[in-house]
């Protein structure tokens, strides 16, 4: 059964930094890609970043030179550092897990794909940018 549990969500200034963690369990989290998704209140999910197992990432253009995916696979830890954060920034952020294919892949090298590309999901945490 496989489990995604984000933390370090939380209230900051436009301009200043935070990380996100989400650790799996359930998996061998090297075998899987691994993204960042967001939703705005009132708004649908949208991707922000993506880190397959080889370690490729793609970024949303709007958080491209601002976030950082990362993933410590010897520690079951995925990371997405923000700066500079803005006011468009604010949403709930929830960390995604799907098992490594040729298919993903390739939609990963082409971009972020939509969040039904992925199944496993975690419960989401909260930044608010103001």
């Known amino acids: 059964h496989v489990q995604l549990v984000e933390s370090g969500g939380g209230s900051v200034q436009a301009g200043e930094s935070l990380k996100l963690t989400c650790v799996p369990s359930?998996?061998?989290?090297?075998?899987?890609?691994m993204g960042w998704f967001r939703q705005p209140p009132g708004s649908e999910r949208e991707g922000v970043a993506t880190i397959d197992s080889d370690g490729s990432t793609t970024y949303a253009d709007s958080v491209k030179g601002r976030f950082t995916i990362s993933r410590d696979n010897a520690n079951n830890t995925l990371w997405l550092e923000m700066s500079s954060l803005k006011e468009d920034d604010c949403a709930t952020y929830y960390c995604a897990a799907e098992a490594s294919s040729p298919l993903l892949t390739a939609l990963l090298a082409l971009g972020i794909p939509s969040p039904g590309a992925f199944t496993n999901w975690g419960q989401g945490t909260q930044v608010t940018v103001s």
């Open positions: 359930g998996y061998t989290s090297s075998s899987y890609a």
